[in-house]
């Protein structure tokens, strides 16, 4: 059974930080790129950040100098360090893993549950 578990989602207020994780769980081999997405309410989700295994990375404008995804491979976790919050940060925050590779197979497109990440003003 394969998951993607994320945490560390919470209320903070404008300024503030906050540092998501995400641990994919199972019997894994590798995984390739591995994304922050967010969904505001009424809104699509949309690319936060992303990050390849050897750790090149990619960022949504609206983030860019305030957000830094990295990931350890050993422990198949991705993390989002938030600094500098705005209340348009206000989302569900989801991990995603583009490929992932098992033991007895190759698995795409996994989605975490979820955290949600609200700033307040």
């Known amino acids: 059974q394969v998951q993607l578990v994320e945490s560390g989602g919470g209320l903070v207020q404008a300024g503030g930080s906050l540092r998501l994780s995400c641990v994919a769980s199972?019997?894994?081999?590798?995984?390739?790129?591995m994304g922050w997405y967010r969904q505001a309410p009424g809104k699509q989700r949309e690319l936060v950040a992303t990050?390849?295994?050897?750790?090149?990375?990619k960022y949504a404008d609206s983030v860019k100098g305030r957000f830094t995804i990295s990931r350890d491979n050993a422990k198949n976790t991705a993390y989002l360090q938030m600094n500098n919050l705005k209340p348009e940060d206000t989302a569900v925050y989801y991990c995603?893993?583009?490929?992932?590779?098992?033991?007895?197979?190759?698995?795409?497109?996994?989605w975490g549950q979820g955290t949600q990440v609200t700033v307040s003003s």
């Open positions: 990050i390849t295994s050897g750790g090149s990375t």
């Open positions: 995603n893993v583009d490929e992932m590779k098992l033991a007895w197979r190759t698995i795409y497109n996994i």
């Open positions: 199972g019997h894994i081999f590798s995984i390739t790129l």
